[in-house]
């Protein structure tokens, strides 16, 4: 078990470092430079000049590469060209706003998408599983940005309940994180109910019913846990989306996180902030599925990593 | 009935008014800005509303007349000022008496010298430095008189300093902590002090109890990016915030025609030029019979009309009517006829091909004022494909040089922060061609001796009167589409009483002493 996991991230570090190759040239190749952007109205062609090599963007691609990795494996992200703070800075002040996020939004999803499947797969094609279903394809197929300016509507400005932007208290990651959530509960719900139909109709699950238990019984304990690989893979990749995508809900909410730290670096070019961010996603993204391939041996022991 | 109620309501609101209209202190201001403050330094933030914010605390010498009628340049911490008789280069600055910065030292002569230096030193790296590239020397007379030498005489040098990046920090602070982490605790003059500034979330101000116009009544302020409008605006409604930067021209217009939401919409007056620019060295924009024809070709004030509500009005000159020595120097009326006419003189008479460029959302309606222009251009045979570019793509595409630069029409917006020539002309000489602004390529010989010329004047008089030709000449060649002045719409909570947003687009500096709200919180 152990040396798995070793292996493994062995081998997310070679994921990491091919993505930093990726994200320093690609955004380097994209047109526009921050020299350009931030020079105003009176800058001259001198000007521009001097701000781009006060960056080390003067620099050939492979040089300020090298550079960068050096930095990188000193532990220092470089700085941010916006705010003139580390970029390591940058990121620990919205990582774990984002990360509250996504996982808030995570437990909504989980809690409603489980239950939902679940009530929908022991009564099939009954009227609650009909709606559930619609509701879910709803929430597959709704944008985030339309679900999130609806739920303000509603909450903050016409019933005035809730807070619509900022992120101070918890009663301000309700709307962001049920925005989240019901978007990410419909694809749970829609994998738990056909993964529990599957199971309830193996033969073990009649067995159980044959000797009596109650019916709760056999659909928590028996065949929920069967049914759960699928839906802990969808689960672990929806987090990751959920990390990843919340770009929308926090422009939206104002969600001080990740998502718009990068859009916001993205607009204006600012290279370091770009890196360090693509890089702490793709860590993050990487953790994450490592923690649901060793989640399956809990769930089902007959998977096994030696 | 209905008549005699709404007299009630009239009165009854009227009788409060006149019962409220005692300023009254405390509560914080919540203002909602479209972009973040990135840095809280005004040598290295970017951004007009950004440095309005940063100005609250670190002030400038001078600022420009909100209002942006004249003067055009009314004091802050510079009281007065006048250029040498003997030697058009120097200026003199006479500084505002017994004003102490937030950490308690005193300004003066030297803080003013420490402040433009720093500017002026490549080691800092101040975004804005070229802005001041014009000036040569700062020296101290005594305490409260400076003198400025520009390498040449530079007539808008008391409005350049008026210009957004340029702030007056404690020198005592900056030497503190240096250049590079000054922004953590800025130091200035101004009416608030800086208590916290998160990135991404809010700057907090609070009331300079010491401030030299006397204590604000705000107790503090607070300031929110929120980058998407239908939030920011839903969070004014909700009560969350006071002020809401950048209103589009729709719910602008649902404020004004429900009075009963409470919220007061802002117009303060234009500044901003928005036109199609017009490669003067590329193929049929050679000819100045073309480019005068495109401007007959579009009707600007239906744009202004149904696009805008008529808040703005269509552009007649190279510099907006808020700008110093500005004349209405001609106005291409709609005229599709005589559009064709000019077409076929120039030997198009079946129009031509073309592509017009644009960054979409960066302008109010910009998307919208593209399609319109394509239509009309399209009515007199000009086929026009517009690509549509991500900002910084886009703006990279108008730093190439001419022998590079692919662009034929481009949609953009150039703003005149100091309201004064200098720079509402100077972008149209050959000196400001890309990697500068002048992607146009435009340039004639009699207006760049016009434009050397309006420096050098010495009188107001005579100065305008060389800007008011240099206008006639820059219609007439028509290197772009002049469309209109883009409307400056914000909006406000109708509690907040005497709140000025500026020409300059920034809240001003010395008026949001006088801002108060009725009900406190």
Redesign the interface.
Known sequence: MGRYILYRLFLTLFVLIGITVLVFSMIRL????PA??????????E??E??RR?WGLDKPLLVQYIVFMKNLLQGNLGE?I????PVAY?IR??FPNTLKLAAAGMVIAVVIGGLAGIISATKPYSLFDNLAMVFALIGVSTPA?WL??ML??LF??KL?WL?????DTLRHLILPSLTLGLLAAGIIARQTRSSMLETLQQDYITTARAKGLREITVIYLHALRNALIPVVTIVGLQFGRLLGGTVLVE????W?GMG??MV?SI???DYPVIQGAVLVFAAAFSLVNLGVDLLYGFIDPRIRYA | MRKVFWLLIGTLALFSAALGAEPRSGGTLVV?LGT?I??FDCV?C?GIPNLGIIHLVTQGLTRINPTGGEPKVLPVLATSWEQSPDDPRVWIFHLRQGVKFHDGTPFNAEAVKFNIERMLD?ET?A?????F?MIEAVEVVDDYTVKIITKEPFAALPAQLAYS?MCINSPAQVRKLGN??Y?KAPVGTGPFKFVHH?????VRLEANEEYWGGRPYLDAIVV?????V??RL??L?????HVAYHVPPRDAKRYMDNPGLGIDVLTPPQQRRMFIGLNVQWGPFRDPRVRQALNYAVDKEAIVESIFLGLTRPMDSPMPPTALCYTPAKYYEYNPDKARELLKEAGYPNGFEVTLHYGPGRYLMDTEVVEAVQFYLEQVGIKVKVVAL????????M?KPLEENKLQMFFIG??LPTLDPE?GIG?FSKAAWS???NCMFYTNPEVEELIKAQRAATTLEERCAIVKRIQELIMEDAPFIALYYEPQIHAKRREVKDFVISVTERIDEVLIRDTWIEKGE
């Open positions: 994209v047109p526009g430079d350009e952007l931030l020079a105003d109205q009176w800058a001259t062609k000007q521009i001097f701000l006060t941010s916006a705010s003139n703070m940058e002040m919205r940005f999130g300016l303000i509507l903050s400005v005035n807070p619509c932007t900022g992120a422009t939206v909410f104002s001080p718009r730290l916001d607009f204006t070019r | 909602a973040d990135p840095i290295y970017h490549p790296g975004l804005a430095r070229g802005a590239r990046p590079k982490e922004h998160i990135r991404g979330q809010e929110k990016p929120i980058p998407e239908a939030s839903m969070a409604e909700a009560g969350e915030v991500e900002w910084a793509a886009y703006g990279a595409m730093r150039w703003g720079l972008l990697p500068g602004l």
